[in-house]
């Protein structure tokens, strides 16, 4: 009771709330994203800078799900399922009706591998711990591995451009499918920093300002990149971060999951349905 009582009166939000919030806007955002007529978007700009707070809202729950789940590998497993079924359907559906919005959503990507280098980073950490050089090998080439798939992968996008003259739609189609169904460092939604931001509020989760720099210095980041003119606005998921009072909050923890791809598909499709007419 007296721990609930140090609580400022501004921590408010739960974990549930918190990702309530996020799928909100996300929602704003992905709506902008589908609905593309002659290459520039119908709904207003603000529906995108809303959508700017949506990825670190998420990856915030996410290093919180990593640090309180019972099974690690369970969760992994989860965001790799959901990342490789997402793969496959964006291939299909995107085949079966082209648009001019691109379905390349992939959210689970991100999270997967920031989960994924959490987990490796606490073994290889364990490995010095026990002294146990097996573990610090095979720790530190798990680390490297999915840097070197994506160069491998990088290689193959290069030469599938070069080639692409020769290769049909879907035949071209049925490659970039296949190496972008590796999980690796240059094929993550919002980039490889994102996962790295989120690995960074996990390994700060004691000192919540320390998570805020972290979110500041990746807006910075972004601020400075070609191409992410909105990018920079997440700095604002700050003020629901830190309104985050520490408790889980009532709500189903496969709803994301669900609710993630059936909303980008509901979209898209809802999309080119409305620009067939």
Not at 85 to 108: D, G, K, T
Not at 184 to 196: H, K, P, R, T
Not at 232 to 256: D, H, Q, S, T
Request: net charge positive; glycine share 8%.
């Amino acid at each position: 009771m007296e721990e609930e009582k140090r609580k400022p009166k501004w921590k408010i939000l739960t974990m549930t709330q918190l990702k309530l919030l996020a799928v909100v806007l996300m929602v704003f955002d992905h709506v902008r994203q589908m609905f593309i007529v002659d290459g520039t978007a119908i709904m207003p700009d603000w529906f995108g800078m809303l959508g700017r707070l949506v990825l670190p809202l998420f990856l915030f729950a996410a290093a919180e799900g990593m640090f309180y789940t019972h099974s690690r590998k369970k969760y992994m497993i989860q965001l790799l399922i959901g990342y490789e079924a997402m793969v496959v359907l964006n291939a299909v559906i995107s085949r079966a009706m082209p648009s001019e919005a691109a379905l390349i959503n992939n959210v689970f990507g991100t999270l997967f591998m920031m989960a994924l280098y959490i987990y490796l980073i606490d073994r290889l950490k364990d490995g010095f711990r026990e002294d146990n050089w097996k573990k610090i090998l095979s720790s530190l080439g798990l680390i490297l591995l999915p840097v070197i798939i994506g160069f491998i992968c990088l290689i193959g996008l290069g030469l599938l451009i070069e080639g692409r003259g020769a290769m049909s739609m879907g035949a071209t189609q049925i490659a970039v499918t296949a190496i972008t169904a590796i999980p690796n460092f240059f094929a993550l939604e919002g980039g490889v920093f994102m996962a790295g931001l989120g690995a960074a509020f996990y390994y700060t989760r004691k000192w919540p300002y320390l998570q805020i720099a972290s979110l500041i210095a990746s807006s910075v980041y972004t601020f400075f990149l070609p191409g992410n003119e909105w990018q920079w606005m997440m700095v604002f998921a700050a003020v629901p971060i830190l309104m985050y009072n520490g408790e889980r909050g009532r709500g189903n923890k496969y709803f994301f999951y669900i609710f993630y791809p059936a909303h980008i598909y509901f979209l898209y499709i809802l999309a080119w349905l409305i620009m067939q007419h």
